[in-house]
């Protein structure tokens, strides 16, 4: 399988707490982003990076997310000390460049208890 | 500032019957707008993408989508609904960080 590959797919923790989630993107895919999507709604835009550069960073990334592309492969996001209202899908998404398709993988759902 | 509003939260449609998905857009500029499918626990998979080559966009599943400039809508439709076709569909627009849509729940019963 060659698709957006997230891992875990499910991560349950307390209050508090730090998190890292990972993304593999579709190998060739120089875009990367990540999304926030809540109950009922449609995915929110948290950050974006062409290869390894961040170029933006929506203001509902708060300073408890922070989000690397290290080596401009995989990603990951980290959540510290997790709030209630950190409950959500998160999802990762790539594309071969600018103004091209972004394919989704099936995201992590976070719970914090 | 770019925006996507999808016209209704919930549509229902007996199983045969033809699907209509409202989405209207607004953007200060010609945008890409795109119309992806959710099933549960699953990730959005692109069903199809609009970029100015056609205005009648047809995507897989038998769906298609027409951009209408004056009315600045990209409605989804798709002939005949299958069970299958069960989902949360949503549209989007956007050339860097997509913009959503709050979905429309389709539910196709038998």
């Known amino acids: 399988d060659t698709g957006v590959s997230q891992d875990p797919r499910h991560k349950i923790t307390k209050r508090g707490q730090n998190v890292t989630f990972r993304c593999d993107p579709i190998s060739e895919h120089n875009r990367l982003y990540w999304y926030r999507q809540t109950l009922g709604q449609g995915p929110e835009f948290l950050t974006y990076?062409?290869?390894?550069?961040?170029?933006?960073k929506s203001r509902l990334l708060s300073d408890r997310f922070s989000a690397e592309r290290p080596k401009g492969s995989f990603s990951t996001l980290e959540i510290q000390r997790t709030e209630q209202g950190d409950s959500a899908m998160y999802l990762c998404?790539?594309?071969?460049?600018?103004?091209?398709?972004?394919?989704f993988g099936d995201g992590t759902r976070l719970s914090i208890l | 500032a770019q925006s996507v509003t999808q016209l209704d939260s919930h549509v229902s449609v007996s199983e045969g019957t033809p699907v209509l998905l409202r989405c209207n857009y607004s953007?200060?500029?010609?945008?890409?707008l795109f119309w992806y499918v959710q099933h549960p626990n699953k990730g959005l998979q692109l069903l199809l993408k609009y970029t100015s080559a056609a205005t009648l966009v047809k995507g897989i599943n038998g769906f298609e989508a027409e951009f209408k400039k004056s009315e600045t809508s990209f409605h989804l439709t798709k002939p005949s609904a299958h069970m299958s076709d069960a989902a949360e569909y949503f549209c989007?627009?956007?050339?860097?960080?997509?913009?959503f849509g709050t979905g429309t729940r389709l539910q196709v019963f038998p």
């Open positions: 990076f062409q290869n390894e550069a961040q170029l933006e």
């Open positions: 989007a627009g956007g050339t860097d960080k997509l913009i």
């Open positions: 953007s200060s500029y010609s945008p890409s």
């Open positions: 998404a790539s594309s071969l460049s600018n103004n091209q398709p972004q394919h």
